[in-house]
């Protein structure tokens, strides 16, 4: 859009202009003036402080590579036998022109990984349920053109390392013994490809380990305390990883080795030196000082890149702080309600959670302001816009939970709706009650569930879906017996035939969670088939042609069904979905902790009584969500632990993001019940409710 083009100052230009312009805009651009608003806001955060904070964290990277190369260079050539002269050799080395070039080669290496992690980066994980689709992730064009991009540059890498450890390993060719055609280093080759082969495993990795997810850190540090206490394990990672590199790379050159040296000497002509030993023999690998300079380029390499990522994800999750209230009318869309409220890419709404929660905690002269009146008027226009959204985040992971919960574990019975209008869940009823305005259609969100934990938003433009996140495989032959269920065709003297249900089916208990067996537990009798089937649905026949076609599916799954390969493929991996299903929970865990901090503080700081009125409706919702998280960590694979991976740079703490929603929504709970105590026992909701209250009064859960 030809608004992104527009600065900071243009764009408050714009807004003083009066509004004939604005509306002139907007329908050139064919969006509503309040949607252009919004498109300017979310664009102008993302260039002026996405993109500077990316920016700085380069420049750190770009600052930091002189040492590095001079490490890496007296590493590759010092001697124990002669450390002084080693010492100086490397001085000269590093004020030669060589090496300077090959410096401004690796600064054009540098800005070009930032420039990737800027392109690829995500706040919301994207996690495979299976191993085709995490193929497919490695298939993708996309990740194609990062992985080329990554060979090039690591042979780049490779061609200074070549240049700066000398030697054996400096020139690609040398005049052959005996005659003047010239033959071909196939050291200095082994090097290349090594860069080459390290930088592909590298892109390939980082769709498997998801190293460019950036999480947002619980506990808040300076960017150089972070920097430093996370530096050994960079060097740690770099290390390791290389070493895999050349121990995978060692094996695939000793196979195919002769491939890439034959195309090499037939293109640049030249010819191959009969009497040494070549590289893709054993005699030819087993040399100690080869492996050493190569593992020692490959953590080089390595280290470069993981640095700039390291600095990338610390600039780009530092706290940003948003104004509650402005003075003037231009500056309403920086203001924190209205970003929570608006469409913003993923980041800027990430930045606004977690700004929220930080304030809830720290800065009692913005809670003050969450809390004022507008004037005029004296309405509480901030808390409402703040509590709304937060509710309504919660409410979706609410409403997920609910639609895993009945597609997997409800022996494989999905619901039906009925014809005339769409049938709500107990729990749903329960929390809706008394706060339809909460529920009401509002404009949808770049944080979408459960899409978004596929859904990639770098600088407002989401990528699409590579696999669905969590939906179990109901058409695959290796499904559970429960989930088979699901696919079976319903027999027409089945209660569960047809749009028109029993009332057995539908009456619902005193329970937030109770199902159509409640009914048959309390001794109610069965329907009978002849009062739930639907005349037309008994008269209407599958054809011979549909029956033909169901039967060849069903052959075809069964022959699928004994292929390992094919099993193994679809099979769905354990905890994935519940990992996808917990995936954008750091925007939950903010939601949470800012609702009750705020409500706590609300009990001596809110002098009007805003937060009073949306009490009753917070701890529903509160309450809801936990008993849809306490049924969901019921299921298989929920409640166990992942083990995290030290040796590489892929944050794993969304693995765990369950476990910390868990015990956040707990402690949110705790929060408010011992900060009100026994008021509480004034506030109108359900039974149920009620009761589920009285054990965190009692602190029995």
């Known amino acids: 859009m030809h608004v992104a083009r527009y600065g900071e100052a243009e764009w408050k230009n714009s807004l003083t202009a009066g509004e004939p312009k604005r509306l002139k805009i907007a329908v050139w651009l064919s969006i509503s003036p309040n949607d252009m608003f919004s498109t300017q806001q979310s664009c102008w955060f993302i260039r002026k402080v996405i993109c500077w904070r990316a920016a700085a964290s380069i420049a750190w990277a770009v600052l930091l590579l002189p040492p590095t190369t001079a490490v890496f260079v007296i590493l590759s050539r010092f001697s124990l036998l002669h450390p002084i002269q080693t010492i100086s050799e490397c001085l000269s080395l590093l004020s030669s022109a060589s090496a300077i070039f090959s410096l401004i080669l690796l600064f054009g290496v540098i800005l070009m990984v930032g420039f990737l992690n800027l392109e690829y980066y995500t706040v919301i994980p994207t996690i495979a349920c299976s191993k085709i689709a995490l193929l497919c992730q490695l298939l993708h064009p996309r990740q194609f053109l990062s992985s080329m991009a990554h060979c090039i540059m690591g042979i780049i890498v490779g061609w200074c390392s070549a240049i700066t450890i000398g030697g054996r390993y400096e020139t690609l060719g040398y005049s052959c013994e005996g005659s003047t055609q010239m033959c071909l280093n196939e050291y200095h080759v082994f090097l290349l490809l090594a860069g080459a082969f390290v930088g592909f495993s590298h ?4 769709v498997i380990h998801n190293m460019n997810y950036v999480a947002f850190q619980t506990v808040q540090q300076h960017k150089y305390l972070r920097f430093k206490g996370s530096l050994p394990l960079v060097v740690k990672c770099s290390a390791t990883q290389a070493l895999y590199s050349v121990r995978n790379y060692i094996v695939v050159y000793f196979f195919l080795g002769d491939i890439p040296r034959a195309w ?6 030249l010819q191959l030196n009969s009497s040494a030993h070549q590289l893709d023999s054993i005699a030819g690998l087993l040399d100690l000082s080869l492996l050493y300079h190569l593992w020692m380029s490959a953590t080089f390499l390595l280290f470069t890149w993981h640095v700039t990522l390291l ?3 610390i600039f780009v999750t530092e706290t940003y ?9 231009e500056d309403a869309l920086l203001c924190l309600p209205k970003v929570l409220t608006e469409k913003q890419p993923v980041i800027v709404k990430f930045l606004a959670l977690q700004d929220l929660a930080l304030l809830s905690q720290h800065s009692p002269s913005r809670r003050c302001e969450v809390f004022g009146l507008s004037q005029p008027g004296g309405h509480p226009h901030n808390w409402n816009a703040i509590s709304k959204e937060c509710m309504s985040l919660l409410a979706d992971l609410t409403q997920r939970l609910v639609a895993y919960h009945d597609t997997v574990a409800t022996n494989g019975r999905a619901k039906s709706l009925s014809t005339g209008s769409e049938r709500k869940t107990s729990s749903e009823t329960s929390l809706t009650s008394g706060t339809e305005d909460l529920m009401s259609p509002r404009p949808t969100l770049l944080i979408k569930t459960p899409a978004s934990v596929f859904a990639r938003s770098v600088i407002g433009h989401p990528q ?3 696999t669905a996140p969590f939906t179990p495989d109901l058409d695959s032959p290796f499904a559970s017996p429960a989930l088979r269920r699901l696919t079976a065709p319903v027999e027409q ?3 569960w035939f047809g749009t028109v249900q029993s009332p057995h089916v539908m009456r619902r208990g005193p329970k937030l969670w109770s199902t159509s067996t409640d009914s048959q537990v309390n001794g109610s009798p069965p329907p009978s088939p002849a009062s739930v089937t639907d005349p037309k649905a008994e008269q209407s026949k599958p054809s011979l042609l549909a029956k033909f076609l169901q039967n060849r599916k069903d052959q075809v799954k069964n022959f699928l069904a004994k292929r390992v390969l094919i099993m193994y493929l679809f099979n769905k991996l354990p905890e994935a979905s519940s990992q996808a299903l917990f995936a954008d929970s750091q925007a939950h865990i903010w939601a949470l902790e800012g609702l009750s901090y705020l409500v706590q503080a609300s009990f001596s700081e809110d002098q009007f009584g805003v937060v009073q009125t949306t009490l009753p409706s917070i701890l529903s919702c509160m309450l809801v969500l936990q008993e849809a998280v306490d049924r969901h960590f019921k299921l298989p694979h929920a409640s166990s632990k992942p083990v995290r991976s030290t040796s590489s740079m892929g944050d794993s703490t969304y693995k765990t993001l369950r476990f910390a929603l868990r015990a956040t929504l707990k402690t949110a709970i ?7 105590g026994t008021h509480l026992n004034a506030v109108q909701m359900s039974a149920e409710h009620r009761k589920r209250l009285q054990q965190f009064l009692e602190y029995k859960e």
């Open 670 to 676: 705790y929060r408010i019940t011992t900060t009100f």
């Open 203 to 206: 892109s390939l990795l980082g």
């Open 311 to 313: 600095l990338f994800r």
């Open 493 to 495: 003297c089945s209660p």
């Open 264 to 269: 090499i000497c037939k293109t640049l002509n």
């Open 321 to 329: 702080s948003f104004p509650v209230q402005s003075s003037f009318t």
């Open 464 to 466: 699409s879906p590579l």
